[in-house]
Structure formats: C-alpha cells, structure tokens
C-alpha cells in the first residue's frame, strides 16, 4: 500500500470528500482560464470590487511596526470601535470584552459551531460555507427551505415549525442579510416575528450581517434590536470595506452569552492565538466611521444599486419574476420557467447550466446546489462585481446625490457586468 493511501485512509471521515469552497474554487478555475487567453466574466466569486479606503490603508501603513502578540479577544480598542460603531448604527449597547476579533467572520462561526453543542438551522439557499463547516464539525445540519415567492427569507412559522419538533432541543440559527446569494434582507416587521420564536425556543441566533452596511437604502437593522439576550452579531471588514484578504472578522454578543465568547477565546487561544496587529490597528479607524468613510459607503451603495436594477430588469426581461434587490451584490435567478428550452439543449440541471453558460459564454456564476438548493432546479447566483470599483466610486462622486446612476455610467464604468448580462441572455433565449 502506497504512503498516500495510508494517509487517506487515516483522514477525518467529516472531512473526506468534501470540495474546495464553491466560491473559492470558481474564482480559481476563472483565473485558470483568463490564464490560458479566455474571455471569462467574473461573476462567481463575491469579493467585494472597491478598493480598501485610504485613510484605512494609511493606519495600516502607520502600523506596520506592530509586531506583538495581542489579546485573545482582540486589541482593546477595536473592541471599543467595534461597540461604537454597533451603538451608532443599532443604538445597541455591548460590552467591549464581550466582542471578539478572528481572522474573518468564517473562523469565528466555524470555532461557534465547535464549542456550542447543538443543531445547526440554514435557510436555503444560503452561503456555501456554513453547511461544510458543520460538517467538519460533527454537528447535524437541518435544512430550512424557503421560497422564491417570499424573496428567499426565512419566515417565523418555518422556523416554528423546525423548532416545534423538539422545543429543548439546542440549536443556532444563522440569518444572512441582506443575504448572500439572493440580495434580498427582511424587514423590521419580519425580523421581530422572527425574534418572537427564536425567544420562544431559546434560539442562539447568528445573526450574519457582513452585507448590512450595502443595504442599498442604508436601512439595515439588526435582529439583535428585538432579541438582544440570544442574539450574536457577525461582521469584518471583507465585504463593506472591501478588504477581504485582510481577513479580519468580529462577533459582538450580549453579557448573557459571555460563556460562550469565552469558550471560543479559549480554542482561539490554541489554534489562531490573535489576528494580525498591524490589520486590527487599522480596523480601529474602519470602524469609527466619519465623513469620508460615509462618504465611500454612499457612493458603493449607489453603485451597487444601479448595477442591481440594470440586472434585475436583464432577468425580468427573461420573463423571471423577481422582486427588486435589496443590497449586497447577488442575484439568485431560477430559471426553471425556461426548463422547456433548456432541456432541448440538454441542460437539466443548475450544475450542466453552470458549465454550458461558462463554456459557451464565457460567464461564471455558480449553480444553486451550490447554495443547499435541489439539484432540479435551475437556480444560479451570480455576483455582479466584475468591474473597477476605484475608478466607479471616483467617478460616482462627480454624479449628484439626486441623479440616478445611469445605463451610460454602467456602460462606462461596469461595462464587464452589463456585457456578461447582455451574454447571458441571449444565450438563455
């Protein structure tokens, strides 16, 4: 017997034939090809396309001598920012100690998942790594679907119904909004019915909100207003600070869960030991906000809302019905309507769509199985962020306030997203 099959043998049966991260995997294939002289549209992987803002860039400049190891939970003053920042845009009041700092939102929910005994509640479709890292846990996954009808969201009697079954049971739920893949977030009236159950049951809710502050009409509430006591609020700097390779994230908890934030400053403490000083630094002047951190977060809203109108109307014109975006950068197009067509092309699942529109195309976007979704439906999402986000946001700054931005702005600033679209289509009709 070979090494290797001795080594494959003795790996962890949670982790054997799991994938590369979906997202991850598409971004890499992508680049493969652009390498070898293809014409690919990079709508599969949602990294956010703005670049870092300045003065965030600078306080990391001014902090790269940092070279200590610091606190477990975090350096003390992003802690503090981080409480600020949730107190100003919430009106919620945290503890400084109560918020931990990870290399990315990603390891914090994966090192919740281990350290919290419990089922583990997604609505589908949802991000692609939360499923995995259950799995790699050991814990059991329960699988909410939901509705295209209802933009995707969980409902409460969805969730009263899951939680009914065994109403001891201990469980976390994760709710992502505005959502990744769909684009679409819940209201104030949907997340206090929600917050009535998860109170009920005694629900540990992880409440994801990486996308809050591109909520496109800056909006964004947190479920933890109507259920602070159970309620962990999941944030970074990856997607509204568009520093996603800096790979810091923070959970922020109520005093009542203190146990459990300590719990998971104890495995970090034995695994990550603390995330980079010189980029929890520079996240202190993230968080603190100010004119010119408002400023570029109107500006990417605007762009981002103009972008998701121009693909919204793209797929209405298809004949999908879909309600308006919401925020984030997602669409989650089902294009079973059009199954018929596909079929005859012999296209039957949102796998072979995937592969024929990246072949025949040139447009990667990745299929709904990807997001928990069945393999018969022909959802996608695509990431509508292939485009110069520096030079948008410069230009979006010359556009009033009160205009809109405009299919001639999209054209010369987006135009990548506008020509995958437009490939898209008509490859679809």
Not at 53 to 63: M, R, S, Y
């Amino acid at each position: 017997m070979s090494t290797n099959g001795i080594h494959e043998m003795h790996l962890n049966l949670n982790v054997r034939g799991l994938p590369l991260s979906a997202t991850l995997e598409i971004n890499e294939l992508s680049n493969t090809l652009i390498a070898q002289g293809k014409q690919v549209y990079k709508l599969g992987l949602g990294q956010s396309p703005f670049p870092v803002p300045q003065e965030v860039v600078a306080a990391l400049q001014a902090n790269a001598h940092q070279k200590d190891y610091l606190p477990v939970r975090g350096l003390p003053a992003l802690q503090q920012a981080v409480v600020s920042y949730i107190e100003r845009t919430q009106g919620l009041a945290y503890h400084p100690q109560n918020v931990l700092i990870g290399p990315g939102s990603k390891e914090l929910m994966f090192i919740l998942q281990l350290v919290y005994y419990g089922d583990l509640v997604i609505p589908t479709p949802s991000w692609v790594s939360y499923a995995p890292q259950a799995q790699i846990v050991g814990r059991q996954v329960r699988w909410v679907p939901t509705r295209a009808e209802n933009k995707w969201l969980l409902t409460p009697d969805e969730l009263e119904k899951v939680c009914a079954e065994d109403p001891a049971k201990p469980r976390i739920v994760i709710l992502n909004y505005p959502n990744n893949p769909t684009g679409y977030s819940y209201s104030e009236d949907e997340l206090k019915a929600l917050a009535v159950v998860a109170r009920k049951y005694r629900i540990i809710m992880l409440s994801d909100e990486i996308y809050g502050e591109l909520q496109f009409d800056s909006g964004h509430r947190s479920i933890a207003r109507y259920y602070p006591e159970g309620t962990i609020i999941s944030s970074g700097l990856s997607k509204w600070c568009g520093a996603g390779g800096w790979r810091l994230g923070t959970f922020a908890a109520p005093q009542e869960l203190d146990w459990l934030v300590k719990a998971m400053a104890t495995v970090a403490s034995e695994t990550y030991t603390s995330v980079s000083a010189p980029i929890q630094y520079a996240a202190v002047r993230a968080f603190e906000g100010g004119e010119t951190m408002e400023a570029y977060l109107k500006h990417s809203r605007r762009i981002l809302k103009a972008i998701a109108e121009h693909v919204h109307a793209a797929l209405a014109g298809l004949g999908l019905a879909l309600p308006p975006l919401d925020g984030g950068f997602y669409a989650f197009p089902d294009f079973t309507p059009l199954a018929a067509g596909l079929s005859a092309r012999g296209i039957t699942t949102s796998a072979q769509l995937c592969t024929r529109m990246l072949e025949e195309t040139g447009v990667a976007v990745l299929p709904g199985t990807c997001f928990g979704r069945p393999e018969s439906e022909l959802s996608l999402r695509l990431a509508y962020v292939d485009f110069d986000g520096a030079a948008a946001l410069q230009a979006a700054a010359l556009v009033p306030d009160d205009q809109p931005l405009g299919r001639e702005f999209l054209q010369a600033h987006c135009n990548r997203v506008v020509t995958a679209m437009e490939k898209m289509c008509a490859w679809l009709k």
